[in-house]
């Protein structure tokens, strides 16, 4: 396995508490915003439902496609299992999961937009990154101030909006977080160029090679995969 996905429509989510931890239940209750609770519940189901597949944990039958274009409907028998698996939130925001209080190593990465959440897992030891996003027409000034001139290519919303999936997928790989500076990860033609602060981590990480994969998704998004195996001495973790 390199890394494997799964995606969620949010309005189809199964109730809240009957897929949470106890911690994940309180953790919810701090969150005002409607939009932000359906964001955070749907990259949870996403990546806990993508677990229990990958694990074994239940049979193929009792979990949702992985690319979910139906509402999920699982067992309570089920659903009890996803319970077991917690997601807590790293200070760099990075997830970190716990399937019956044993941590999981495998990388791991969760993303949202308009109505979607999606997760990806990876193999233990090497380093993840997703990102998704509706194609949208946005300011000149966000192209501006947000890309490079190398990469802003014909302008137009579908090529902005690919460009930007991938600096965002770097940055979860890069596990820096808001840290980074997006305009430090430039995507040109000549491939992936990293300065600043992203560079060093990309060091510190033992220069692994990432690859970038991005594909359309549901007509109006982009889906972007950032991966790259075990390098030489790396330094595995999150911040």
Known sequence: MR???QFVKIKDLPPAQSFLSSSESAYLQTLRSEKRRGDWLGGRFALKTLLARESGLLPLCSLPEPLARQKPEMSSAALNILKQ???VKLPSGAPQV???AVPDAR???ITHSHGWAAAAL?????FLGIDLE???ERSRAWS???FDPRERGDGSAAHLTKVWTQKEAVVKLLGRGLSLNTREIVLSEKGLLLTGSAQEAWQSAGKPQIILNSASFDNDFVFTVAFAPAAA???FGRI
């Open 107 to 109: 990388s791991v990465s």
């Open 144 to 146: 501006e101030e947000f």
């Open 98 to 100: 716990f399937v019956g």
């Open 233 to 235: 001495g790396a330094k």
């Open 3 to 5: 890394y494997q996905t």
């Open 122 to 126: 990876a193999e233990v030891q090497s």
């Open 85 to 87: 698996i917690d997601i």
């Open 134 to 136: 509706k194609v949208e």
